[in-house]
């Protein structure tokens, strides 16, 4: 019974047919066979992981090039009902129910624009340093590309003692970029394709320039339900 397909209830001789399977006939699947189980988390659950989540990309931003490039995080301990609601109409939500992994990503302008909206908040994505007039960003497009945010939620279980430990682990994988500002233009200019190398972990060159007129982050709103954006 442990590799009967969740969705088509096929079974299969083996894990590694079941996964074949699945990649075969279910590659694109939205469906969560378990949804029912999973309960609605409140917004104030959902602002506190979406809050530690935007703490911890912040961190990872700088302003020098030696800040800029690939970049991954991850929260160990992350529910899969927070996951599953935050991501589950968006066109991209995938779920394997095999490997009991979830993913979603977001690319280019408008996929800034919808990370904006389900974490209300407009400055998740850059942080400022005033002395300098810098931004580290996370960076989505620049003039040729277009450049992705990639969330995805595991499950492991851990035996001990005769005792499973189940752990919930979100992860995501983005890209940063730095630049800066000047007060007498109001267009944002991304990096040029030109001076982004195939991996930008590696990226020598100078930092883009972003135009935009400067201005501090101003706190979060007040909570909000999540609810209004679907």
């Not at 969705?7 to 299969?12: D, N, T, V, Y």
């Not at 988390?41 to 030696?66: A, C, D, E, T, W």
């Not at 003039?143 to 992705?148: D, L, M, S």
């Not at 590696?202 to 501090?216: G, Q």
């Amino acid at each position: 019974m442990e590799n009967v397909c969740k969705l088509c209830f096929k079974a299969f001789t083996s894990y590694q047919k079941l996964l074949a399977h699945e990649r075969s006939k279910h590659r694109n699947n939205k469906i969560v066979p378990h949804f029912y189980s999973l309960v609605q988390p409140s917004s104030n659950q959902m602002f506190y992981y979406i809050n530690s989540f935007i703490v911890l990309v912040k961190k990872k931003l700088g302003f020098s090039r030696h800040a800029i490039g690939k970049k991954h995080l991850s929260i160990e301990t992350f529910p899969e009902n927070v996951f599953v609601y935050l991501f589950k109409d968006e066109e991209t939500f995938r779920y394997s129910p095999a490997k009991r992994k979830y993913q979603c990503y977001f690319e280019g302008f408008s996929g800034a624009t919808r990370l904006k909206q389900i974490f209300q908040y407009d400055h998740w994505d850059f942080r400022q340093y005033p002395l300098t007039n810098t931004k580290g960003y996370v960076l989505l497009e620049d003039y040729e590309n277009k450049y992705q945010v990639k969330f995805t939620w595991s499950q492991t279980i851990l035996s001990e003692n005769n005792r499973e430990f189940v752990l919930e682990k979100m992860s995501c994988n983005f890209i940063t970029d730095s630049g800066e500002f000047q007060e007498n233009d109001e267009r944002q200019v991304s990096t040029p394709k030109s001076n982004i190398p195939k991996n930008p972990i590696l990226r020598n060159d100078l930092p883009s320039i972003v135009k935009k007129r400067f201005r501090y982050i101003l706190p979060r709103s007040p909570l909000q339900n999540l609810n209004q954006l679907q």
